[in-house]
């Protein structure tokens, strides 16, 4: 039988503080390549050439007002902020667990207070733009991106090292 892994228990940590019982919901950032449209010569049809990263995005949020998390707002330096979500997957079928891990750096770009009402729950979402990815699965690092230092790696193999080393960097 096949069952999916199924995230069934989560924390985040931002700048090393536990949210427990806080961090509500998370959006990991979309991965996206910038691909142009290209034709040449002798081409029967276009392809797309892979010109790099896109810019990647995390959204979090949180139940109340929380001092700490609003208190970031406005960082200077574009990676002022680092989160950890920690999450535990489960295979239905086998019962076994996973932990997958993300790492990001970034800054506020957006403070979401959503609306205030008597008797209802208040949630703040933040959305940063990121400088740093990195997510790992059983202690394994699956992807790696590090726009400023010029660093991707996929499934354990650092793709631009060359390119690194060909630049002097």
Same mark, same amino acid.
């Given at each position: 039988?096949?069952?999916?892994?199924?995230?069934?228990?989560?924390?985040?940590?931002?700048?090393?503080?536990?949210? !427990?019982?806080?961090?509500?919901?998370?959006?990991?950032?979309?991965?996206?390549?910038?691909?142009?449209?290209?034709?040449?010569?002798?081409?029967?049809?276009?392809?797309?050439?892979?010109?790099?990263?896109?810019?990647?995005?995390?959204?979090?949020?949180?139940?109340?007002?929380?001092?700490?998390?609003?208190?970031?707002?406005?960082?200077?330096?574009?990676?002022? /902020?680092?989160? !950890?979500?920690?999450?535990?997957?489960?295979?239905?079928?086998?019962?076994?667990?996973?932990?997958?891990?993300?790492?990001?750096?970034? !800054?506020?770009?957006?403070?979401?207070?959503?609306?205030?009402?008597?008797?209802?729950?208040?949630?703040?979402?933040?959305?940063?733009?990121?400088?740093?990815?990195?997510?790992? /699965?059983?202690?394994?690092?699956?992807?790696?991106?590090?726009?400023?230092?010029?660093?991707?790696?996929?499934?354990?193999?650092?793709?631009?090292?060359?390119? !690194?080393?060909?630049?002097?960097?």
């Amino acid at each position: 039988m096949g069952m999916p892994a199924v995230l069934k228990h989560f924390n985040v940590f931002q700048n090393g503080v536990s949210y !427990r019982g806080e961090a509500e919901e998370v959006t990991p950032p979309k991965l996206t390549r910038k691909m142009e449209e290209w034709r040449g010569a002798g081409m029967i049809g276009p392809i797309q050439l892979d010109m790099g990263m896109e810019g990647m995005e995390f959204e979090w949020s949180v139940g109340g007002i929380n001092k700490d998390m609003l208190s970031q707002f406005g960082a200077v330096a574009a990676d002022a /902020i680092m989160l !950890r979500f920690a999450g535990a997957v489960q295979n239905d079928d086998t019962g076994d667990w996973s932990a997958v891990e993300i790492v990001v750096h970034g !800054r506020q770009k957006e403070l979401d207070f959503g609306s205030f009402k008597p008797g209802d729950k208040t949630t703040v979402k933040a959305t940063l733009p990121l400088t740093y990815y990195k997510l790992t /699965i059983d202690g394994e690092d699956v992807i790696e991106i590090d726009m400023i230092n010029f660093i991707a790696v996929m499934g354990g193999k650092d793709v631009l090292a060359e390119v !690194r080393r060909i630049l002097g960097i």
